[in-house]
C-alpha cells in the first residue's frame, strides 16, 4: 500500500521559513496531484498548494501566495512546501496528500485518497 512521509515542520518565529516534504513509498505518482493541506485549531482542513506530478501544474491558496512554494523531486518521489514570511496565521497541522488526476487540481478533501502523517507547524509573534 502506498504511504506517503512527512518531515519537516517545527517552531519558528514570524517572517521566518520553513520546509515540509513529503515522500511517497512507491514512485507511482505520475497521473497524481500532490496537495499539501493544513488544519488550524476550530477551523476546516484547507488546500494551501499542490503541484500536478506529470505536468508541474500548480495550485496555490490566497493567503499563502507569494510565500510558499511547491515543488517536486521525481528523483526521490518527494514533493517539498517551501515556506517564506511565514505569519501566526500559518500555524496549523499541515498533511500532504495524493489524489489521481491527468490535469485538474481540486480543492475538496475527498478528492485525494492517499495521507501523509501530519506534521505541526507553529509560527511564534
Known amino acids: 500500500q502506498v504511504q506517503l512521509v512527512q518531515a519537516g515542520g517545527g517552531l519558528v518565529q514570524a517572517g521566518g521559513s520553513l520546509r515540509l516534504s513529503c515522500a511517497a513509498t512507491e514512485r507511482t505518482f505520475s497521473k497524481h496531484v500532490m496537495g499539501w493541506f493544513r488544519q488550524a485549531p476550530g477551523k476546516e482542513r484547507e488546500l494551501v498548494a499542490a503541484i500536478h506530478w506529470s505536468d508541474g501544474n500548480t495550485y496555490y491558496a490566497g493567503s499563502v501566495k507569494g510565500r510558499f512554494t511547491v515543488f517536486k523531486d521525481k528523483n526521490n518521489a518527494m514533493v517539498n512546501l517551501q515556506m517564506n514570511s511565514l505569519e501566526p496565521e500559518d500555524t496549523a497541522v499541515y498533511y500532504c496528500?495524493?489524489?489521481?488526476?491527468?490535469?485538474?487540481?481540486?480543492?475538496?478533501?475527498?478528492?485525494?485518497?492517499?495521507w501523509g502523517q501530519g506534521t505541526q507547524v507553529t509560527v511564534s509573534s
Open positions: 496528500a495524493a489524489g489521481a488526476s491527468n490535469h485538474d487540481i481540486a480543492t475538496e478533501e475527498f478528492f485525494y485518497d492517499h
